[in-house]
């Protein structure tokens, strides 16, 4: 075996946080340091593995395969394709800058705090790079219960309520999903976890069967993408977590539903995927629409964009339900771009409530003129999640579409009314915040600084890139998504 470089980027953080408590909870400068050192680390690993990952090749890349636990066929297998390559740079990239807003953020119990982060990196990127659905499992379990108490200590005034609500959730879905693990275990005829082996198998299960099993993994991974109506503990979860942990919640953990989605439970389940195509379909429409509807109601900005991405991973799911490589390629497009646009609006929700201490939209006004570098940013990523042309966003949603037209016009007709909505709220927003006669109590505010403006230029520069020129992304997954369509649906659509 190669040097394991996948085992590399998946433990360091976990290294990194047993080290963190070596060190005395005083020496909170050691400890940022350390912490935003080993999130660096893993963000320049990232860059190698897409650097080196030939995109041509539909095989699993960076393989390693070591025997687990024998006695049940469980196997330490970790790979990386298509599918995953552009969710481990984002996770990399969303880890690093989250840190560095962490060490800005964060006042009090910075030990705690930092442990519970790394150890939270090391479960998300283990949920993309596991390849034995009980590897998986521990990865998937492994995120629920640092970030039950990073919202649970550090969030606002209803930090429990939420913390508890996230939870119990997340659990409940996983409960399900273990059942569905658990028959594809005991159903297959050589009694394994491993996923590539299971999709050998597992395609030829009797369509009852199958559903069973797909309702199963539905469970789980609804909760976490979120699908209407398991999607009420995401609105608390973000108004009540510190913004860091806003960044990473909706930029990475709303991605491994999605992606548990095309790693498992299509290529795995195809009669059930295809059974299940148009209620998916109908789900992506009412989370488009529901989304944005709500969202337009809203007076707090940060459960705006909350309600917000309810809304885009609407188009996620519209574009996965098509079955067509254009709706796949939609998909995973627009979760690397809901996590850059979004994380990149959570951290703008916290430069200003750092200042104002309110996220309450009818109480600004007049900020354009006051801080006009923050409200460039603001500017740009808004007109980015809308959907305006010559931005990532508009190139995530209009391939969605796109893919979903070919499947269920009239689904994908209603769904892309969701676009009015989305450009009417956030408008509105610009509107509330930047436009009109400044509010005297917001005289003595600062602009942007240095170290926001930091992390805010990385996900500025992937935005336009992508608006610009989709390719740069989209042929890292091209190959993954045509060999994906060709064993679910046998031709390419």
Known sequence: MSFPILSLLVFLPLLGSLVILLIPKKKTGAIKALATVITAAVFIISIFLLIKFNYTNTNMQFEERLTWIPQINVSYHLGLDGLSIGLIFLTGLLSFLACISSCRDIHIRHKEYFFLYLMLITGMLGTFVALDLFLFYVFWELVLVPMYFLIGIWGGARKEYAAMKFFL???????????????????SPVRTFDILELAKYAPAFTLGLQILIFLAFYFGFAVKVPIFPFHTWLPDAHVEA????????????????????????????????????FPLAVLGAVNILYGAFVAMAQTDFKKMVAYSSVSHMGFVLLGMASFTVTGFNGAILQMFNHG??????FLLVGVIYSRAHTRDLDKFGGLGVKMPVY???????????????????FVGEFLSLLGGYYTFKTVTIISALGLV????????????????????????LSDISKVEIFTLVPLMIITVVIGVYPLSILKYQSAAVIDLITKISGVIQ
Do not use: C
């Open 375 to 393: 409200a460039g940013f603001l500017s740009l990523f808004t007109f980015a999640s809308l959907g305006l042309p010559g931005l990532s966003g």
């Open 169 to 187: 959730y997340t659990l409940a879905g996983s409960v399900f999903m273990l059942l569905g693990i658990l028959a594809l275990y005991f159903n």
């Open 421 to 444: 909505i989305t450009a009417g709220y956030f408008l509105y927003m610009l509107q509330r915040m930047l436009l009109g006669s400044l509010n005297e109590k917001w005289a003595g």
């Open 242 to 277: 510190p913004t860091p942990i806003s960044v990473i919640l909706a930029g990475v953990l709303l991605k491994m539903g999605a992606y548990g989605f095309l790693r498992i439970s299509f290529p795995l389940l195809k009669d059930a995927a295809h059974y299940f195509a």
């Open 340 to 345: 850059i646009i979004t994380g990149a609006m």
